[in-house]
């Protein structure tokens, strides 16, 4: 008797507890004394599926070991598509020229500076000169794919905001720029009476002569200028900038312009290949009778802004001039 007064009051309070009273029930006897309400349980989409069909289906997925093997996999996909083509792993070896061929020129010495005038030999193309390559062309047609991939990208973006008449215009306002940097140049350096801040200079490369003011002053001693170098035993032509003093260090000199800043090696691509490659061809051209064993890539912008002055001591000119080493047998096996 006391048993059930106890479950009967329990499940009052728990009728209270949830906000009804005790008059709208006539009795409390069906409530469970947990008095817990549940949600209506969801029905699942899956609910009306035939388990018992797809049960052996299931167990087959789930226990069948596949017969396949990676070699018959393989075949059955040369059957398909043809044999595969494997590619040769890359090298953890750097490649080496075939002909280690010597960048200095042993006939030659390291000499002093003399005073005396510029060197400005023009390049004359005779009847046997005429098939030699120039270091621009054979840097040009043996262009790793990565950069020549980034370069014909930049190119397709410009005739897409220009118009192919617009970047053709472009193009030959910024040959005609560079032009005129390196005429300023050249006039800086032949005009002895005139002070280097003094030179007066066309208006369109005042900014590329303003970006290199800090530069020219610590060069002196200029030995050559626009002047055309020959390798005899490689068989290349090119003309060399500048060959003068950068910072007490005789080096073959580029000039370059950009519209954006190249302030790392890396950022010029292979402007220090052409350096090693000036810098070989001068020391095997019997018109200098002097050695270089340094480089310096000169970058001017053309906002005025301090130009990037990249000078390649004797350990980096070796370093490129066997990469150059390697463009150029490139070039020959094409």
């Excluded at 989409?45 to 093997?69: C, G």
């Excluded at 008449?165 to 002895?192: D, P």
């Excluded at 950022?267 to 020391?283: E, K, R």
């Amino acid at each position: 008797m006391q048993v059930t007064l106890l479950r009967q009051l329990a499940q009052y309070k728990c009728v209270r507890s949830i906000g009804f009273t005790p008059g709208r029930f006539s009795r409390v006897d069906n409530f469970s004394t947990s008095c817990q309400w549940r949600a209506r349980k969801k029905v699942s989409q899956y609910s009306t599926v035939d388990t018992e069909r797809y049960s052996s289906l299931v167990r087959a997925v789930l226990t069948k070991t596949s017969s396949q093997t990676p070699e018959s996999i393989e075949d059955e996909d040369s059957k398909l598509f043809g044999p595969i083509i494997r590619s040769k792993p890359h090298s953890q070896q750097p490649r080496e020229p075939k002909i280690l061929h010597p960048l200095l020129n042993e006939a030659k010495g390291l000499s002093e500076y003399v005073p005396g005038p510029l060197a400005h030999l023009p390049l004359e193309r005779d009847s046997n000169k005429t098939l030699i390559p120039s270091v621009t062309r054979i840097l040009q047609q043996t262009m790793p794919p990565e950069q020549a991939f980034y370069l014909e990208r930049w190119r397709r973006r410009m005739i897409a905001e220009l118009g192919e008449e617009g970047f053709k215009e472009y193009s030959l306002n910024i040959f005609r720029q560079g032009k005129l940097f390196h005429a300023a140049i050249e006039n800086t350096f032949t005009q002895e009476t005139v002070s280097k801040e003094d030179t007066e200079c066309p208006a369109e490369v005042s900014g590329y002569m303003e970006s290199v003011s800090h530069v020219l002053t610590d060069i002196t001693g200029v030995r050559a200028i626009e002047s055309a170098v020959h390798h005899s035993a490689l068989q290349y032509l090119g003309i060399v900038d500048c060959v003068a003093q950068y910072r007490g260090s005789l080096c073959v000199i580029d000039w370059k312009t950009s519209e954006k800043p190249k302030p790392l090696l890396h950022n010029i691509y292979d402007n220090p290949l052409q350096v090693a490659a000036y810098t070989g061809a001068l020391n095997s051209d019997n018109n200098y009778s002097y050695q270089v064993e340094n480089g310096l890539i000169v970058v001017a912008y053309k906002d005025g802004s301090p130009a990037h002055a990249h000078f390649l001591n004797s350990k980096q000119i070796k370093q490129f001039w066997e990469k150059w080493l390697l463009r150029l047998e490139e070039f020959a096996e094409k």
